[in-house]
């Protein structure tokens, strides 16, 4: 009996990773979150699959859950979305495995940071430009944040800098992000992204506070703050350089 925790991607049902649909497809108890992950995704179940919805409960009742199946000896599959090692909370879930002696795995999903830069069509990381992305949140009702990651701190790299869970503080990030940014830096608030209601507002830090204001937009959002969202490439990388050789490629066609 394992546990899977799987990444079932930022909301488009096809973009569960292959080893994560296979393993969906085929376990006989799936625990997913039910406000977060696609219903799509489900309707391809085994028919005799117990579908649990954790979107209400607590630690203690989904641990008794995977207890259960752990004593009958099936295999579950905790489903969560986008990828489980950012903001997934499952470090909790694994501590309570780890003391019961429940195996389980981890399969890596589509972080909705990587699908907002799709549907923007940007590469975060342009040579010259910005090669340091900082993925955060900003304090709320939530855990604290740690007192070297404030964003005062993080700010100070001027790296492009993607917010979870903080869209209801989007007047802070952009009264704190100013000073280092400048007011006219690129913003984009990016709300269920891959989800067929999907929307993206674009902006600038002096503006979209008002820009947002008639979506109403209270959750599921990424705010992403930087250059790179504008900018015009100022050079290539080196990777294809025919002028830049490296292991796998040189100029003089030696071994």
């Not at 009958?72 to 003391?99: C, M, N, T, W």
């Not at 549907?119 to 342009?126: F, G, K």
């Not at 209801?168 to 913003?187: D, E, H, N, Q």
């Amino acid at each position: 009996m394992t546990v899977h925790f799987i990444g079932a991607g930022p909301g488009a049902s096809d973009l569960i990773t292959l080893r994560g649909y296979n393993l969906l497809l085929n376990c006989p108890v799936v625990l997913y979150a039910g406000s977060l992950v696609p219903v799509d995704l489900l309707k391809h179940v085994r028919p005799d699959t117990k579908l649990i919805d954790t979107a209400s409960l607590s630690l203690p009742q989904i641990i008794e859950y995977i207890e259960q199946a752990h004593q009958a000896g099936f295999d579950v599959v905790r489903l969560h979305s986008g990828d489980p090692s950012i903001y997934g909370a499952i470090a909790e879930q694994i501590s309570e495995l780890k003391k019961r002696h429940i195996p389980f795995n981890i399969v890596p999903g589509v972080s909705s940071f990587a699908a907002a830069a799709a549907v923007l069509e940007r590469e975060l990381t342009l040579p010259a430009i910005s090669q340091t992305v900082i993925l955060t949140r900003v304090e709320g009702k939530a855990s604290p944040m740690p007192k070297n990651e404030s964003l005062e701190n993080l700010a100070a790299a001027r790296a492009t800098m993607i917010f979870y869970l903080s869209i209801r503080r989007l007047r802070y990030i952009v009264r704190t992000l100013i000073p280092f940014y400048g007011p006219k830096c690129p913003v984009a608030v990016c709300y269920r992204i891959s989800w067929p209601d999907q929307l993206i507002v674009r902006g600038e830090l002096q503006d979209i506070v008002e820009k947002t204001k008639p979506f109403s937009i209270t959750r599921t959002a990424l705010v992403i703050v930087g250059t790179v969202l504008t900018a015009e490439l100022l050079q290539n990388s080196h990777l294809y350089d025919p002028e830049y050789e490296h292991i796998f490629r040189n100029k003089t066609g030696q071994d």
